[in-house]
Each structure stands twice: as C-alpha cells, then as structure tokens.
C-alpha cells in the first residue's frame, strides 16, 4: 500500500532551520503533486507550500513565503521542505500528502489523496 513518512522536525530556536523530508514507498513520488500542510493544536489544517509532478511548479501559504523552500528529488523519492527564519506561530505538525493533478498543485487538503502520519516542529526558545 501507498505510504508517505515525514522526518526532520523537532525543536528549533526562533530564527532557526530545519528540513523536512517526505519519502515514499511502494509507489513513485515524481507522478504526484506533493503537498505540505501543518495544524497547530487547537486549529484547522492549513495548507504550507505545494509542488507539481512534471515541472515542478510550487505555491507557497503567504505567512510561509520567501522563508520556506519545497524542492523535490526524484532519484531519491523524496520532497523536501526547507523551513529557514522560524517563527514560534510555525509550530505545528507537518504533513506531507500526495495528490493525482496534472502539472499543478494546490494548497487544499482535500484534494490530497494520500497522507504521511506527520512530524512534530516546535519553535521556541
């Protein structure tokens, strides 16, 4: 069966890094738009930054531009997340997901067919 995992998250300063890495088995990362959301305790899943299948093609959440970079290797089947200037308002769990859409991607989770179980990102000092 189809099956994301997410590494990479733990606890950072403010002002910090880290990468996220999604990988994927038993099926190919490069046929599907990959997704990254997050949900804080207490509030609705929202949609993080988003990269298509065929051009690469990516969409960032406004509160998130010009601090993260999703980018995608497909020798390695993995998409990556790279979340530089954290803030404490970014700790949440991060999900990555994949979805069926041809050369585009969105920031709806309902459009997303399958899903990782998530990592824990926690920003403080």
């Known amino acids: 069966q189809v099956q994301l995992v997410e590494s990479g998250g733990g606890l950072v300063q403010p002002g910090g890094s880290l990468r996220l890495s999604c990988a994927a088995s038993r099926f190919t990362l490069a046929y599907y738009a990959i997704g990254w959301f997050r949900q804080a305790p207490g509030k609705e899943r929202e949609g993080v930054s988003c990269?298509?299948?065929?051009?690469?093609?990516?969409d960032y959440a406004d509160s998130v531009k010009g601090r993260f970079t999703i980018s995608r290797d497909n020798a390695k089947n993995t998409v990556y997340l790279q979340m530089n200037s954290l803030k404490p308002e970014d700790t949440a769990v991060y999900y990555c997901?994949?979805?069926?859409?041809?050369?585009?991607?969105?920031?709806?989770?309902?459009?997303?067919?399958?899903w990782g179980q998530g990592t824990q990102v926690t920003v403080s000092s």
């Open positions: 990269i298509s299948s065929s051009d690469g093609n990516t």
């Open positions: 997901a994949a979805a069926q859409l041809f050369r585009r991607c969105v920031l709806m989770s309902t459009s997303y067919n399958y």
